[in-house]
């Protein structure tokens, strides 16, 4: 494991300046205590806390997202400079500093596999806020835009994502507020995700059609796409998944909602349907059938493995032996704990000239991120390569 070093702070020193000017500002809004001030029963989450929970969170997550394009940060807490009635408590602080050095490690992977960043764009809205006494809860959106650089040339500009996360304060006994904790609520995956995905217990059934495991390694034998005596439509599926990764089509029910399980599957299942996948009606428990609409969904339509089940099964799918063999249309699924039961669903929407395939998917909104980042962020997942 490479060392810890602190190295040259640039990109980084400007983003926390930026934030604690911005965090300063907001905290002549806010109301001050004395360090002899009584105890404040009711910390009050006004106008201006609420835009400066705002404002940090935004620090925070620019420098995650930074942390992927050049990774030069200063090595020092990032407590260091924060003041005013809103900053994070040391512990937090740690973590992120920690943090960043999986992200600055996980830049370095990437570049190994022939991936680079050249910018990142960030930006935070602060979507609802709960207080419960001294604690308060921020729902924030964090939506975060990175360029490629042109490493083999034939990358495409940009890749996206949009995640939620719940950022947690504790107000002290002034009524000073700190960040205490950040928590991912997404059941997806970004590309500066740091903790595994949550998922639930495996449900395996060896009754089941089974795929096979795909490989990761690059470059993959070549296995180029049919499309003569095809009635699908590829190109219609990449466009359908690119009009709807960030912004929903409101003619299916969306399953991103706290317990709803996700929506990659439901996602990758509308993109097939714009592209030529037939309904097939029948009882939404069969696996052998599937449909959806916004009224009623087969559990083929919106479920990671009940999908995989039905696409073997009626043969609208062919398993491909490398990740890297994907193409557009094509299907790429993953098993995060290795466990036999699938838990995420993505759609190819551009392959490369020099093979590499960008996928789009939701339950973390993403648009076009490239399987080796995938493997750079997951590379002790199982794959499972789908030619539609």
Not at 45 to 74: C, N
Not at 109 to 130: I, S
Not at 200 to 217: C, E, F, G, L, N
Request: aromatic fraction near 10%; hydrophobic fraction near 35%; charged fraction near 20%.
């Amino acid at each position: 494991m490479r060392s810890r070093t602190p190295i040259p702070a640039r990109r980084r020193a400007t983003i926390v300046a930026a934030a604690v000017a911005s965090i300063a500002a907001s905290a002549a809004l806010l109301p001050t205590w004395s360090a002899g001030a009584t105890v404040v029963d009711d910390p009050t989450v006004d106008a201006g806390t609420r835009a400066t929970f705002q404002r940090l969170a935004d620090a925070v997550f620019t420098d995650r997202t930074q942390a992927l394009v050049d990774g030069e940060r200063s090595g020092r807490p990032l407590t260091d400079g924060f003041s005013g009635d809103v900053r994070l408590s040391s512990r937090t602080a740690r973590g992120e500093d920690a943090a960043l050095s999986t992200l600055d490690r996980r830049k370095d992977l990437l570049a190994r596999l022939g991936e680079k960043y050249r910018k990142a764009d960030t930006a935070v809205t602060l979507d609802a806020t709960r207080v419960t006494g001294r604690t308060a809860r921020a729902a924030v959106t964090e939506t975060t835009t990175l360029t490629y650089a042109r490493v083999r040339g034939d990358e495409p500009r940009t890749t996206g994502f949009q995640a939620h996360h719940e950022l947690t304060f504790t107000a002290d006994r002034s009524g000073d507020w700190q960040l205490t904790g950040i928590r991912d609520t997404d059941q997806g995956i970004a590309v500066n995700t740091l903790a595994r995905p949550a998922v639930k217990a495996p449900t395996v059934d060896d009754t089941m059609p089974s795929a096979p495991r795909a490989a990761t390694t690059y470059p993959a034998p070549a296995k180029p796409k049919t499309l003569t005596g095809t009635a699908l439509d590829y190109k219609a599926m990449a466009a359908y998944a690119e009009k709807y990764w960030s912004t929903y089509n409101k003619d299916y029910p969306d399953f991103n909602g706290q317990g709803a399980g996700g929506d990659c599957t439901n996602f990758v299942s509308q993109s097939l349907k714009a592209g030529g996948w037939k309904h097939v009606p029948g009882y939404v428990y069969d696996y052998t059938k599937w449909f959806g609409n916004a009224d009623i969904q087969s559990h083929s339509f919106i479920g990671v493995n009940e999908w995989s089940w039905f696409a073997q099964n009626s043969k609208r799918t062919t398993p491909l032996a490398n990740v890297y063999q994907l193409d557009v249309g094509d299907v790429l699924q993953m098993d995060f704990d290795k466990d036999g039961s699938k838990d995420h669903t993505m759609v190819v929407t551009y392959r490369s000239p020099q093979g590499v395939p960008y996928l789009t998917y939701h339950s973390t909104n993403t648009y076009r991120r490239s399987v080796a980042s995938i493997i750079a962020s997951y590379s002790n997942a199982a794959f499972y390569a789908y030619r539609t």
